[in-house]
C-alpha cells in the first residue's frame, strides 16, 4: 500500500464544515457521473442527511495541517437496517444494537485524488473504530460498478461478503457488501 507525504489528522465534523462537505460530495457526485456510474446521481446523499450525520457525531473528515477537509465518511455505530437484509452472503459476525461500525458516504476531495490518500484515511478511521473495545466489526457497501472504490475497500482489507439492499433504491436494487473483522487478540 502507498501512503501519502500529507501531514494528515482525522477529525469528528461540525456544523460549520457542511459547506466545504457538500461541495466534496457534489464533487464526487461529478466524478461518478464521469464514469457512467449511476451512484449519488439521484440527489442522495442530500445536504440534511450530511447535516444530520454531524449532529449525530457521525461525520468523520481527514484534514490537512491547514485545516482543510480532504476526505469525509459517515461512521454508524449499531444495527443498520439495509445491512440485515443481506443476500447471498452473511456476515462473519453477527450484528447487534453495538458491535459493529458501518462505513457510510465516503468521498474524497477533486484536489485530494491522486495524492494516496485513501490509505491514510481508512487506516485513521479504522483506528478510530478500533477504540472503541465493543466493535468486533466493521461494514461497507459500493455501487457494483464503482470498481475504484471496491478495489480501495479491499486493499484496505475487507471482505467481500454479499449483497445489501439500496436505501430508497428500487426493490432490486442492490451494492456489494464487504466488512472487516477486527484483530482483538
Given at each position: 500500500m502507498t501512503s501519502s507525504t500529507?501531514?494528515?489528522?482525522?477529525?469528528?465534523?461540525?456544523?460549520?464544515?457542511?459547506?466545504a462537505i457538500q461541495d466534496i460530495i457534489n464533487d464526487a457526485r461529478d466524478f461518478l457521473a464521469d464514469q457512467k456510474i449511476d451512484?449519488?446521481?439521484n440527489g442522495y446523499p442530500e445536504p440534511d442527511v450530511i447535516a444530520?450525520?454531524?449532529?449525530?457525531?457521525?461525520?468523520?473528515?481527514?484534514?490537512?495541517?491547514?485545516?482543510?477537509?480532504?476526505?469525509?465518511?459517515?461512521?454508524?455505530k449499531g444495527l443498520d437496517q439495509p445491512y440485515e437484509a443481506i443476500i447471498d452472503g452473511d456476515w462473519r459476525v453477527k450484528?447487534?444494537?453495538?458491535?459493529?461500525v458501518s462505513i457510510h458516504r465516503v468521498a474524497m476531495a477533486k484536489a485530494s485524488r491522486g495524492h494516496h490518500l485513501?490509505?491514510?484515511f481508512f487506516d485513521l478511521m479504522k483506528e478510530q473504530i478500533a477504540a472503541d473495545s465493543d466493535i468486533e466489526s466493521i461494514r461497507i457497501d459500493t455501487h457494483p460498478e464503482n470498481?475504484?472504490?471496491?478495489?480501495?475497500?479491499e486493499t484496505n482489507g475487507f471482505d467481500y461478503i454479499g449483497l445489501v439492499p439500496v436505501?430508497?433504491?428500487?426493490?432490486?436494487?442492490?451494492?456489494?457488501?464487504?466488512?472487516?473483522?477486527?484483530d482483538r487478540g
Open positions: 500529507l501531514n494528515v489528522t482525522l477529525h469528528f465534523a461540525e456544523i460549520t464544515d457542511l459547506p451512484q449519488w446521481q444530520n450525520d454531524i449532529k449525530r457525531g457521525e461525520t468523520v473528515a481527514l484534514k490537512d495541517d491547514e485545516g482543510t477537509i480532504l476526505a469525509i465518511a459517515s461512521l454508524v450484528g447487534t444494537t453495538n458491535n459493529y485513501t490509505h491514510d470498481f475504484g472504490m471496491q478495489h480501495v475497500i436505501v430508497g433504491g428500487r426493490p432490486d436494487e442492490t451494492n456489494v457488501a464487504y466488512d472487516l473483522v477486527l
